[in-house]
Structure formats: C-alpha cells, structure tokens
C-alpha cells in the first residue's frame, strides 16, 4: 500500500491556534463593520471604526479602505502562513457611507 503525501502539508497547534484566530478575526469584523458602518455613517465615525480594529484607513474616491496583515495557518499550496485581511466601504464626496461593507481576506504566497 502506498500512501502520497503530495498536497498535505502538517498544521501544529501553534499554526491550528493561529488559523482560527484569524478567522475569528474575520468574522468579528465582518459582523462589527456590518453593525456599525451603515449606510449615513459619517467619515469621522469610519476613520474611527478602521482605527478601533487596527486597520489604517484610506479615504480614495467613493471609497474608504485599508488592509493589514496577519499569520494564521494557510492551506496546502501555500510557501507561507502569512495573510491578509482588508476592509473597503463605498462612501460619496463626504466620506459618508453609501452601500454596505466588504471584508475580504486571502493567503498570500500561494500557488
């Protein structure tokens, strides 16, 4: 019997530990920016929601954004447990919001 070991890769605790953290992560902030990043918020209120979760904000046209990163505990095919976790929002000319929030997150250094 041959067993292939192509594609697995071995997750520690540590690595199990950081992986959930990150999703925990993710989802907390997907659910928080949903709460609190509503249609009429302020550009003031936005700035501050970016700053309470760690995430340096940018204010480009029609939109707020910001990205950090972060390790968790990447998929095979990944050279790295390195990731990133990004928030964008559509606001108009005042910084004030106009559609719902998106949270995004990826692994980087992947196939």
Do not use: W
Request: glycine fraction near 12%.
């Amino acid at each position: 019997m041959m067993i292939s070991s192509v594609g697995c890769r071995y997750h520690s605790a540590s690595c199990k530990l950081r992986g959930t953290a990150y999703s925990e992560r993710a989802d907390k902030l997907k659910q928080d920016a949903h709460e609190k990043l509503t249609i009429g918020t302020k550009k003031d209120a936005v700035a501050r929601f970016f700053e309470s979760n760690g995430i340096p904000v940018t204010f480009v046209p029609g939109e707020a954004t910001g990205t950090i990163h972060l390790a968790g505990c990447a998929p095979s095919g990944c050279g790295s447990d390195d990731a990133i976790l990004g928030l964008r929002v559509k606001v108009d000319s005042a910084g004030t919001v106009i559609s719902e929030p998106v949270v995004g997150g990826m692994y980087t250094n992947c196939l």
